[in-house]
């Protein structure tokens, strides 16, 4: 694939701001919600190994419209080859631009405290992985941390069930523009030439939150009713109860995963 479609796929696709926990109701919904608990997940790591520090220098790669959250920890710089995206993104940050991530990134070597990437190397070609993570490692501070959450490719029924109707290409793949998952294991494997993985957690993604079936409503009209934000969100919280809490026990059951997660890594 040409790096100049790059563009084409992602322009205009990820521009909203996530604002993160913003009143009661927001962070009640935002802790107990299988839409939110990837994002969760990678903040609470970010607030750990932050260690209290103020003023840190952290770089959102692939950073979409920007996430509020991240501007508490300090200069929050963004990059993305969205510009409807870098536009949301320059509002929050300190310094946001339009880059294609296949090329080196426009930063000193070790700049940064902390890289996060929230969901995007899924969305990276095979054969552009390895140099977007030499540019992570790159301009990570030798003790700094890389903190992500990666898209993989996993066999279990949910997938199975797409790809016997032809529906996991067509709207997860190029629909979604993940155009390069790999197993959790090649995925863990290529992350560990480049950094000391110090917290890997595989997650339990037996099902995708609602959000992640509405892209299907073409297929299956009756999706059309989750749109609506209450039910939405009571369905989330729902999945939340039953696949990560009485569910949690039994992440090698019949479900499996249809993604794999990997939060945390640190520059050796």
Not at 9 to 34: M, P
Not at 88 to 112: M, W
Request: positive net charge; glycine residues 8%; charged residues 20%.
């Amino acid at each position: 694939m040409a790096n100049a479609n790059y563009s084409q796929l992602f322009e205009g696709k990820f521009v909203k701001t996530h604002k993160g926990r913003t009143n009661f109701f927001e962070n009640l919904y935002y802790n107990f919600s299988a839409a939110t608990y990837t994002e969760l997940n990678l903040f609470n790591h970010l607030h750990k190994y932050s260690n209290g520090k103020e003023n840190l220098k952290i770089l959102d790669v692939g950073c979409g419209g920007g996430h509020k959250e991240l501007t508490q920890y300090g200069d929050v710089y963004g990059i993305d080859i969205s510009k409807g995206s870098i536009a949301n993104a320059q509002k929050i940050y300190k310094q946001a631009l339009v880059h294609d991530l296949t090329k080196k990134f426009p930063f000193d070597d070790s700049f940064f405290d902390i890289v996060f990437c929230s969901e995007v190397i899924g969305h990276i070609d095979v054969k552009d992985k390895d140099f977007v993570l030499s540019q992570i490692q790159r301009v990570l501070k030798p003790k700094g941390y890389f903190i992500t959450s990666i898209e993989t490719y996993g066999k279990n029924i949910l997938t199975k069930t797409l790809e016997d109707k032809s529906m996991y290409k067509k709207y997860w793949v190029d629909y979604q523009g993940h155009i390069g998952l790999e197993t959790p294991t090649n995925t863990v494997n290529r992350l560990e030439k480049f950094f000391n993985v110090i917290n890997y957690m595989p997650n339990s993604n037996y099902l995708l939150p609602v959000d992640g079936y509405l892209i299907f409503d073409k297929e299956l009209p009756f999706l059309k009713l989750f749109n609506n934000n209450l039910l939405r969100r009571l369905i989330n919280f729902i999945l939340y109860i039953f696949f990560y809490g009485i569910l949690g026990s039994f992440r090698n059951g019949i479900f499996g995963r249809i993604q794999g997660k990997i939060p945390l890594h640190r520059n050796p």
